[in-house]
Each structure stands twice: as C-alpha cells, then as structure tokens.
C-alpha cells in the first residue's frame, strides 16, 4: 500500500482524501449530541453520499495502485492518438561546449496501444534528413530503421545497437521507446516530492535478459507525479547498478484541448562524464491528425 | 558543361517551367511549406600512394539545394558546380544537375517525376539489385555513392497497401556507365600482337520502344522484410564483338572492337531478418541470356550467351560498440565456361566495420573488399571528424592490390591518401 509523505512526516502532503476522511466524521461528532441531531445528520450524510465518491473516487484510487498500475497511468498519459512536436536538442560536454541538432518527432498509437514514432533531422545541415522509425509491437521485438541520407538506405537498428546514443545526444535509441510494461519489474519503492510535486517513486527492473541486454540497464528509478502520472525524474543504473545517468522533466504544463501533460524541457546528464542534453520542444500538436502512412518503412525509402 | 546532355534540355527545361513557374502560380498554397536552400562546399584531394605529387582526385565542389515543398508536394533541385585539378578522368570544370524532381505523395501512392536516383537493393558495397541507375565509375568507388551513382530522368510510382508498398519504374533514356577508359582493364583479353581498335559505341536510339522499365514489391511480414524486383533494361556495361580488319594504307590486320549494350532482363530480391542480437541480409540477382565475350573477341564466336546468377548473404553484429557487417558474395555463370573471359565462379568477401566516438563527432569506417581466387583486395580507411556542427574533416586511405586485370588490382593506380573538408550551410 501506499505511504503518503503526510503520513510519514506529517509535513510534507496531506492528500484530499486524507483530509475529508479524518475531519469530516470529527466535525459531525462535536455537532450532534441529540438524537434529533444525530437523525438529522445521518439523513443529510445519507442524501449526500452520492457526491462521496465524485469527490474523493480518484483520491482513493490512487492510493491503492500498484507500481504496475501507477506505469500503467503513466504509458496511458505519455501516449496520445497522435502527435507532433518539433524541438531542439542541444549536447553540453562537461566544459560547456555545446552542439544543437533540430529534430521533428511525430507519434502516433494505434488502436492495439502500440506506438509509432518518426523522427525527422532537420539540423545540422550534414545531416539533414536522417530519419529514425520507431514500431512497436505487442507481440514480438520493436522494429527500429534509420534512413541514411548519405547512403541512400534503410537500414535496422541492430537490437543491441538500441543501447547507443542517439545522434550523439545522451538519450539512447531505447530511451526513445515506449517502454513495454511487460518486460520490466516494477516496484513502488516509497514517496517523495520534487519540485513541489508529490511522486511516486517506481523501481523498474528488466524481466530477461534480452531486456537487460539491448537496454543496457540494470534497473531505473522513475519520480511520477502523483496528480497527473507525468514522469518527473528517472535514474537510470547500469548493468552493475552503479548510476549512470539523470533525467529530468521541467516546465510540465498541459497541452491545450488535449488533457495531456507534457514538459517543454528535458534533461539527461551523463553522470561519468558530465555530458548533458537538453531537449528544448517548441510545440505540442496532439490529436490533431498525423497520416499513419509515414510511419512505414516505404516512407524512409521515399527520401531516397 | 555536361549536364545538357545527360538531363537533356528539353526535359530539364519542362521541369523547370513546371515546377518553378507553373506549380507556384496556379497552387501557391501548395508551397506554403516554405523554400528551402542549403548545400555545402568541399575539397577532396586524394594523392596517389605510390607518388604523392600527382594525385588521383583534386576538386573543390560547391552544392546548392533548392527544396520546396507542400502539404502534398515536393520538389527538388540539386545542383553543384566542380573544379578538377586532377582532370585525366574529368573535364576541369564541370555543372552538373545531378537531380531535379517534383513528387506528389497522397495516403497510399507517391509519384515522383524528373532526373532522379532509384535505389534498390541491401548490400553494402555492392550493386547486385542496386540496378536502376547507371553508375559513375570513372574514379571507380572513391567519390561519395551519392555521386558515384548517375540520375536518370524517369518517372517512379508507388502504391502502398499497410506493410506492402509496390513500386514502378519506367525510365524513357537510356544512359551508360561510365568507365574509365583502358585503365581499368574492362576490354576483353587480346591475346594476339595486333593492334587494337575501339569503335564508337553502338547505343540504342532514344524511342519509347527502348525505354526500360521495371517494378518491385517489398513488405514486411513479421521480422521478415523482403523484396522482390524485376527489371528489362538495357546492359549498363558495354559488351564487345570484335573483327579482323585491314589498315587502308598500310594492309596491316588490326583488331576492331565494336562496343554495344545489349537488351536484359533481371529478376531480383532481397530480405533481411533480426536472429537474436544478429541482422541477417541477403540479395539475389539473375539475368538470363546474358552475352559475354570469350577469349577471342575476334573469332565466329566473339561473345555466347550465359544464365548470370550473383547472390550475398551476409550478417550485421555488435563488437565493442562496433557495427560489423560480413557480405559473402557470388557469381555464377551457367554452362562451360572454358573459353570464357571470365570464371564460373567468383567469390568475393566484404568487411565492413563503423564506431562512432566522441558522441558521434568521430566516426570510423574500415571497408575490405576481397576476391579470394584472384587475392583483389581494396581496403578503405577513414576517420571523420566533425570539427562543429557545419564543419566536418576527412581523413583516410584507398588501397587496391591483386592482379593487374583483377577485378580490383586493375586499380591499383587509384591507391590513394584521402583529405576531405566540408563546410555545410543553409539559407
């Protein structure tokens, strides 16, 4: 079960329905000392017990999920039917050196919740129009192709090539991915709050070694908010679980008309090297119709 | 100035018209995604291994971009002008369109239309299905591929049903590759001390009935991805029929070589499938009916004909966070042949080994390519280096050994220390 901060610390959160909970029968017990009263009250508790749930339902909720639930809300929140974003990714070595790359990222889910992503090179000019495709299955391993300009050609991403960077930046081609809940192990390890925000904090372990292998990761550590399921923070290990890089999720803010939640910046640190990315989005265009035929290998091969 | 000739002026003054006045005009909308112009400017100096004084490629290129396009449409006009200090290969200054094409893309075909490059095929290296387009071989494969392989004008049509997508070619001029000259040993054996005379090639004329054509399917069925392909072209490559001929003046015999192309018909297919942490390729090409010559270009019987059959398999894997990739390759020609010019069977063995370092600034690429009977072997080197985002340095090496007419010895003149620089922009 969970344990919120406010539980524990008695200062750091205190959850609505903790509140209504504990204050609402105390209030009711100082207020009814006559039978009458009592009467009364039960007949008033007894007309407003259909509001009960619709305030507090998803309070309640949320504090019986499960660690696989809580990845469960999280994937639900990270997809959309579609979408479209341009953004600009920029690579800080530890002296502050700094390269940009200025990318288009399209999505779409389909109707089995598998997702499709394409990701277009707009910048740097010697590698314009490198695009990256990205389909999920539910049944059998992702298919990622990369189309090389230079080259002419479609190429697979081999599946323990999924561990590289991708376009030098610190975020690797699997970290790109949707993350299939069913090759993790996911646990609720505790609370926490982070910029101001209650998290969850998830502990996600490959379920194979095939997992293990071609992400490279011995576990991560994901912060998800609480409120919108909106990954705030992860840690991710390394095979011998020693830290080895940071993410973080800045500047959430909902996207308009789409009750999805997104963050305008990212930041991934390489904690060895002190290498950073950040990713700047400019915009957000969710559900507003992408055409599923781009996300085909015959479209790479079209930029032939 | 080449390229009125290899585009042709009436087709690439349509396409202009078209695509830069007539589009514009009547769907301005059709544009509002805006022009886009970029390129970059280079210099590739290649000296000669065996004498660094002269060298095998010298040329400074400069290479606009214009792309515009739509919600629906695109066009593309690529052109580069070429200054060659070394100019045994080449003209000393050239221009060149080496592409321009509008396309039209609705949900479930794509047309495009104009002097294009079409790529087929999977192999690294090798041109088994990659077949479509004629090649630039003049400095063999030391240029970027994207030069090396030549636009054709041609209309190219795409249907796609979910993983399906099938594909028509239809290209209505015929153009060869070019090769170059006597240096790479191309001609056929001339075993006798006469001398050698080359006539002017005999090309087919430029009529819809000699246009070539062709069409591929590719799909993807669960981790099988695969091709199939058929193409009836003209032979990019020359064959020679030769005769025994008497001087006018002096009476002398001489051996006249007379080039053609002849017509062909290809079938082909590729596939490549993910087995565990290993990508598994494969190509296949066949040509029935394929005329080659014998050992006596000028006997009753200068050229017979022979079932052609060339395949790779080859497998894709990590080392060290190295990508490797492993071809072994195959030709095989149908029937005797003992008085052939060349062997039943060639095998050749490809190695291909990329790491990128330094966060992708550093990129390494060690490419073998071996014939095991005749010990060919050309080995390139190269470490690039992207010195900032539009500022990129080669450095590397090209290496032919084996026989003097091998398959790749023939171009050991080409051995070669590489430098390239390029600086990349856009407008």
Redesign the interface.
Known sequence: MLKFPAQKSGNMYQSPYDRGLRTYPDHMKRKSQTASELAFLLLLVFLCSPLWPSMDTDNLKRSKLTAGDIMAEYHTQRNSRNERSRLTMK?M?SRYRE??RKLEQITITDSDGNQKMLIIVQ????I?GTAFLIVEHSQ??N?QWLYLP????VR?V????KS??F???DFSYTDLETENLDHYKYRLLGEDSLDGNHCWIIEARPADEKTL?ETGYGKRELWIRSDNFVGLQTRFFDKKERPVKLFRALNVSAVNHSQKWRAYRLEMKNLESG?RTIILYENFKIDQGV?D?IF???YL??R? | MSYFGTVGTGTLSLMAIYFFVIQPLAYPSSLQGALLVNGFGDMNYFPRLDDLDNTVINRQRLRLNFTGSGSSFQFKFWSEALRNGNHSFRPEWELLVPEVFGEYHGESFFVRVGKQQIVWGAADGLFINDIVNPLDLREFLLPDLENVRLGQPSARLQWRRGNWLAEGVWIWRFAETKLPGTMAGALPANSSNIPLVILDPQKPAHTLGNSEMGWRISGLIGQWDFSVNFFRSWRDLPTYRGRIVLWEKSGAPALELIPFYQRISTWGGSFSRPLGLILLRGELSYTPNLLLETTEPASPLPVITRDFLTYFLGADFRIKKARIGIQFAQEVISGDTSFLNRKKLDNVLTLMVEKTLIRESLYCLLFADGEFDHHDLWIRAELAYRVSDRFKVTLGTHVFTGRQNGRLGRFHELSSILLKLRYSFSA
């Open positions: 690579l070595d390269r940009s910048e740097p000019e010697d314009r059998s391993d298919d230079a080259l002419r050609r697979r081999l599946p323990n090539e590289d960077s376009l030098g930046s292998q290498h055409p035929w085909t290998r015959a091969e079209r032939k």
